[in-house]
């Protein structure tokens, strides 16, 4: 296996789109990184530029000590895993995963011995006769899988392969994957617009907008302490709750529509003295808003009235949509809670756990999650 280091890479499609922007990281040997972003972020690219589908624009990439820039995809020893599985339809499942070994003229005892190994771990021994139109979705993703995996390669690359997949679906590939990545201790890298996949499968994650780097981090170190309002956004399902406001007398904090405000704790006061006039967003997660409740064991609060907007129960807990006015924010809340739509209702903010951002910058100033 091998680590993998991208210097300043840079990808420059025609009329000067820029796709990557100054990408530099160090991927460790054996490492799950996954790649995280919305739709047209440089991910994907960044992904085939790695695998030498799509050329290096400017900056230098290498494979374990080797820059790899110029040397074709055959040479560079990775195998990449595609969302469409890009299987041959008229081989078996057999034909599909030995195929890059008979072009390396290996002989048929030990293709016959890799190919059994493969199938063994991915549980499709009883598919290897098998055409891949006869196949559900999954088990097409375990042969795509096997084919990755029986060259052994020095690096795996994997493109949304289970976008394609039903939810129960993903949800059992993705810790087979991660099975895997355990079992094999390879250098893997994986590209998804799921958060929940990124979340589950990284051992780090790297954000991406607009071709650029937002934050590398470990899973709850993004969810905990996100570097900008961007990332807020993006990690969490609900996201953060994002108000934009600025401080006035006293160390209160007032919000643009002007249906709601609250006096900070005497210790963010101080933080904020010089802060007054300046614009700023307050960010709080959903789990962070409370319904007040005499039973509420929360020292560093701040009391809000909200008007109920809608109830969304979900099995395990109800999202509470609530509004300050132009302000929609979500809470969760224990499923049995009963709440009318139209309903004023009495929260508290745990301060504790409150995100301040630069407005104009969208740059973290305090995270507060003591």
Do not use: W
């Not at 890009?86 to 057999?94: G, R, T």
């Not at 961007?230 to 994002?242: D, E, H």
């Not at 960010?283 to 809608?310: A, F, M, Q, Y």
């Amino acid at each position: 296996m091998a680590k993998i280091t991208l210097k300043n890479i840079q990808k420059v499609f025609d009329k000067n789109i820029i796709a990557v922007n100054d990408f530099s990281m160090e991927i460790k040997d054996k490492e799950m990184v996954v790649l995280l972003g919305p739709s047209g972020c440089g991910k994907s690219t960044l992904l085939r530029m790695i695998a030498g589908l799509t050329d290096i624009t400017e900056g230098q990439l290498f494979i374990g000590d080797n820059l790899v820039n110029d040397v074709s995809t055959k040479d560079r020893d990775i195998s990449m895993v595609f969302q469409n599985y890009a299987l041959y339809p008229h081989m078996s499942v057999f034909q599909n995963i030995s195929f890059g070994l008979e072009l390396r003229n290996y002989n048929k005892i030990d293709i016959q011995e890799k190919v059994d190994q493969v199938a063994n771990i991915l549980n499709i021994s009883e598919l290897l006769n098998r055409k891949p139109k006869e196949l559900s979705g999954g088990q097409q993703q375990r042969v795509a899988l096997g084919r990755a995996i029986v060259r052994d390669p020095k690096v795996f690359l994997f493109d949304e392969p289970l976008s394609n997949l039903d939810s129960k679906l993903r949800i059992q590939m993705r810790s087979e994957i991660s099975k895997l990545h355990e079992r094999l201790q390879a250098t893997m890298i994986y590209v998804t617009h799921d958060q929940i996949e990124a979340m589950t499968m990284g051992e780090r994650i790297v954000v991406m907008k607009d071709g650029v780097i937002q934050q590398i981090d470990t899973p709850l170190n993004l969810y905990n302490s996100p570097k900008n309002e961007f990332v807020a956004g993006f990690i969490g399902n609900p996201a953060m709750n994002l108000m934009h406001g600025n401080f006035i007398n006293n160390g209160e904090l007032l919000f643009d529509d002007g249906g709601c405000s609250f006096e900070l704790s005497q210790d963010l006061k101080k933080y904020f003295k010089s802060f007054k006039g300046q614009k700023i967003t307050f960010g709080i997660r959903p789990e962070d808003i409370h319904i007040l409740e005499k039973t509420l064991d929360i020292k560093n609060v701040c009391h809000v009235s909200l008007k109920v907007e809608l109830v969304e129960p979900i099995g395990n807990e109800s999202f509470i949509h609530i509004t300050t006015g132009k302000n929609n924010l979500i809470a969760r809340a224990h499923p049995q809670t009963q709440l009318e739509i139209g309903q004023m209702v009495d929260m508290v903010f745990d301060l504790s756990k409150v995100h301040f951002f630069n407005a104009e910058s969208g740059d973290v100033i305090l995270v507060n999650n003591s």
